[in-house]
């Protein structure tokens, strides 16, 4: 059985892009592949969280996590800072890493642009430790969207590059999983493309009622068409992707011809839109609160995931070792 591996930084909430672009794949595919699914925490450090929000918010993603579905029955669902063995081979990879590499990686680029002061070797050698989260269950599969292309290009690099080295034949080299059906990109609300954590322009799984409606009922239109069958401006055909993804066809198609005879309401279409995503996302918000109260299953879930990571990164860093030269005294 084919292993995927998929890894989330412990920052803010889960949206709606989260949910329909990975999540709700993630719980589909969990009975036919061998699934390492974790959350990141050792990577939102290079943005020096404060500590008394640091295990909060490992908490609410793994909440988040469970609540949409991910089974640590069949899944191993783990903490990435409890598995020292990725650090481990974090260090052994950044031997055969190049600065000059790593400072090309676009990701890289753009965190020096926004952030001058804080430009941390962390920073710099993110695509090492992500190889690491990878490599050391030897995934053949990684879901990754774009902006994680380039990250995933490096994992194969230091692959081969390692294999090659040592004259190894340890990593599989990681493919991207595109779901059938493609991609889904879920746009945000305020017409700029994607929904995403930084620009606001995001629904949460944890959004109650009134602010989901809040929220759809401000998200930007123009002034409606004018002429039958008039192509649909960019932030119109994205509320239109939005209503997709959670409402049933029938209602897309009405909205579709209000749209084509020029006399459609959008005050009605965002309000069938925000009643249609509560209905998604007001049960999972109800199971993220109770899960996330539940200390004692919140214990045993880390407890197990913990336990079935490390026995299959202990597995390959002890190959690893060997290749290497290390030896027992
Ligand atoms: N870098 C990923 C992101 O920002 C998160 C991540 C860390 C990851 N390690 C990973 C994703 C390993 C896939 C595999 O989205």
């Given at each position: 059985?084919?292993?995927?591996?998929?890894?989330?930084?412990?920052?803010?909430?889960?949206?709606?892009?989260?949910?329909?672009?990975?999540?709700?794949?993630?719980?589909?595919?969990?009975?036919?592949?061998?699934?390492?699914?974790?959350?990141?925490?050792?990577?939102?450090?290079?943005?020096?969280?404060?500590?008394?929000?640091?295990?909060?918010?490992?908490?609410?993603?793994?909440?988040?996590?469970?609540?949409?579905?991910?089974?640590?029955?069949?899944?191993?669902?783990?903490?990435?800072?409890?598995?020292?063995?990725?650090?481990?081979?974090?260090?052994?990879?950044?031997?055969?890493?190049?600065?000059?590499?790593?400072?090309?990686?676009?990701?890289?680029?753009?965190?020096?642009?926004?952030?001058?002061?804080?430009?941390?070797?962390?920073?710099?050698?993110?695509?090492?430790?992500?190889?690491?989260?990878?490599?050391?269950?030897?995934?053949?599969?990684?879901?990754?969207?774009?902006?994680?292309?380039?990250?995933?290009?490096?994992?194969?690099?230091?692959?081969?590059?390692?294999?090659?080295?040592?004259?190894?034949?340890?990593?599989?080299?990681?493919?991207?999983?595109?779901?059938?059906?493609?991609?889904?990109?879920?746009?945000g609300l305020d017409?700029?493309?994607?929904m995403?954590?930084?620009?606001?322009n995001g629904i949460?799984?944890?959004?109650?009622?009134?602010?989901?409606?809040?929220k759809v009922?401000k998200a930007v239109?123009?002034?409606?068409?004018?002429?039958?069958?008039?192509?649909?401006?960019?932030?119109?055909?994205n509320?239109?992707?939005?209503?997709?993804?959670?409402?049933?066809?029938?209602?897309?198609?009405?909205?579709?011809?209000?749209?084509?005879?020029?006399?459609?309401?959008?005050?009605?279409?965002?309000?069938?839109?925000?009643?249609?995503?509560?209905?998604?996302?007001?049960?999972?918000?109800?199971?993220?609160?109770?899960?996330?109260?539940?200390?004692?299953?919140?214990?045993?879930?880390?407890?197990?995931?913990?336990?079935?990571?490390?026995?299959?990164?202990?597995?390959?860093?002890?190959?690893?070792?060997?290749?290497?030269?290390?030896?027992?005294?």
């Amino acid at each position: 059985m084919d292993t995927v591996l998929s890894g989330i930084r412990s920052t803010g909430h889960l949206h709606l892009g989260n949910y329909f672009g990975a999540l709700k794949n993630f719980v589909k595919i969990q009975d036919d592949y061998r699934c390492f699914f974790f959350i990141a925490d050792l990577h939102s450090l290079t943005t020096h969280p404060h500590p008394d929000d640091f295990h909060s918010s490992v908490r609410t993603i793994l909440a988040e996590y469970l609540a949409a579905g991910l089974d640590p029955e069949k899944s191993a669902i783990y903490i990435q800072s409890d598995v020292p063995e990725i650090s481990e081979l974090y260090v052994l990879l950044n031997m055969i890493s190049y600065v000059g590499e790593l400072e090309r990686t676009v990701t890289f680029k753009e965190k020096v642009r926004q952030n001058p002061n804080n430009v941390n070797a962390g920073l710099l050698t993110y695509p090492v430790l992500m190889a690491s989260d990878i490599l050391i269950h030897r995934a053949q599969w990684v879901p990754v969207g774009k902006d994680q292309e380039q990250h995933l290009e490096l994992a194969r690099v230091f692959a081969r590059r390692f294999n090659n080295m040592y004259g190894a034949d340890i990593f599989p080299e990681p493919h991207n999983l595109v779901f059938t059906g493609g991609a889904v990109k879920v746009p945000g609300l305020d017409g700029s493309g994607k929904m995403g954590k930084s620009n606001g322009n995001g629904i949460y799984l944890y959004d109650d009622e009134k602010t989901i409606t809040k929220k759809v009922m401000k998200a930007v239109t123009d002034s409606g068409p004018t002429e039958p069958d008039s192509p649909m401006p960019e932030v119109i055909a994205n509320l239109f992707t939005l209503l997709g993804l959670v409402s049933d066809r029938s209602t897309v198609d009405y909205f579709t011809e209000k749209w084509n005879d020029c006399s459609i309401r959008y005050g009605d279409l965002k309000k069938q839109l925000a009643a249609d995503i509560c209905k998604v996302t007001l049960p999972i918000r109800e199971r993220i609160d109770a899960i996330y109260n539940d200390e004692s299953y919140l214990s045993e879930v880390v407890a197990s995931g913990r336990e079935k990571a490390r026995a299959s990164a202990a597995a390959t860093l002890a190959l690893v070792k060997q290749a290497v030269g290390f030896k027992a005294f």
